[in-house]
């Protein structure tokens, strides 16, 4: 059975263990989505940071890490429930985060 090389068609070896992956590497360059918006690479937790908003210190519920290497906080809403899409930083009255009085 032959498989398909950058070279030509080769016969498969089964005795040669290991396969031959074909990408677009071999005909262009490495390519990147530019429009497509950033999406989460892990949610995780927050405890000890705040966010001041208005004069107040809010606790924040967890960090919201991106694929492209940015962050953002995010707090418990009005409705108790935490919306890893919903960034403190989209609060009109957000000044910034700090690190909380530590608990012992």
């Not at 396969?19 to 927050?46: C, G, K, M, Q």
């Amino acid at each position: 059975m032959p498989i398909n090389t950058t070279t030509g068609a080769k016969e498969y070896d089964p005795a040669r263990p290991g396969h031959t992956l074909n990408t677009s590497r071999l005909t262009e360059e490495d390519l990147t989505y530019e429009d497509a918006e950033p999406e989460i690479f892990a949610v995780v937790s927050a405890a000890g940071w705040q966010a001041e908003i208005a004069g107040e210190a809010v606790p924040l519920a967890v960090w919201v890490v991106l694929d492209d290497a940015s962050m953002f906080g995010v707090v418990v809403g009005e409705d108790g429930l935490i919306d890893p899409l919903d960034s403190v930083e989209n609060n009109p009255n957000f000044v910034r985060y700090s690190r909380g009085a530590t608990e012992r």
